[in-house]
């Protein structure tokens, strides 16, 4: 895999084996909002200061980010930060568990979220932990890749799945043009998304994930970051 032009390769899954070589999560945090964004209104938080803020991170790799994004909340809102990081791909997750610095605050699992059986370990945690909901759950480009695998239809369930379990919905969609460039390197490897050509969310993909989470998930955006280097902007859902 040359990395040296940021290409990362092809995959159906959008699960690198080198992410964060070519796509940096430092800079990543540096894009994310104050403490008012991360918690609710004071009129609507009615739990203590001082008690844990359970995370969610969907797609979380080799667990890179979700380390960095450890630390960073910590520091900002000044109380205990748990996270369970999500992956699809079982090899990624045997990385995050072996590099964890924090084995006490950030749990790993092999999770697919659309398939219910499996999602039953993020159900569990959230038993395990006395919870209803976690404080936020963050899904950092890889909306393209539930889309390319399950179809619009997949892709809305996706985050309907996520949003039930949600206070705080965190999304970092890709623009159509990384459909169209992800399409064109899995071709070059001689394999295709058969789904690619049926996708009604296409040239305002972007758009049409804001539309249905704020019109059909009654959500409210409460912030939206610089673009990233790759023109991805990081929005908040309450």
Known sequence: M???????????????????????????VKLLPDKDVWLPSLKDNKSPGNS??????????????TQLLHK???????RPVKILGVDIDNRLIQRAVLENES???????????????????????LKLNNLEKFDAICCYSI?????????????????KKLSNLAELLVVEPQP?????????RLKKAGETFPLFLELKWRSDVEMQIQNYLENSLDRRKIFE????KWQRKICFYR
């Open 2 to 28: 040359d990395i040296r032009n940021n290409d990362p390769g092809a995959v159906q899954y959008g699960n690198f084996m080198n992410y964060y070589q070519f796509n940096s999560a430092s800079e990543r």
């Open 52 to 65: 844990p803020y359970f995370v969610l991170d969907v797609g979380c790799n080799c667990g890179v980010f």
């Open 72 to 78: 960073y909340l910590e520091e900002l809102l000044q």
């Open 103 to 125: 084995p006490e605050e950030i749990s790993y699992a092999c999770v697919d979220v659309l398939d219910d059986e499996a999602f039953e370990s993020v159900n569990a945690y």
């Open 143 to 159: 909306t393209m890749w539930i889309h390319l695998n399950h179809h619009d239809q997949g892709l809305q369930l996706f985050m």
């Open 176 to 184: 159509w043009k990384c459909y169209q460039t992800a399409e064109r």
């Open 225 to 228: 970051s610089t673009p990233t």
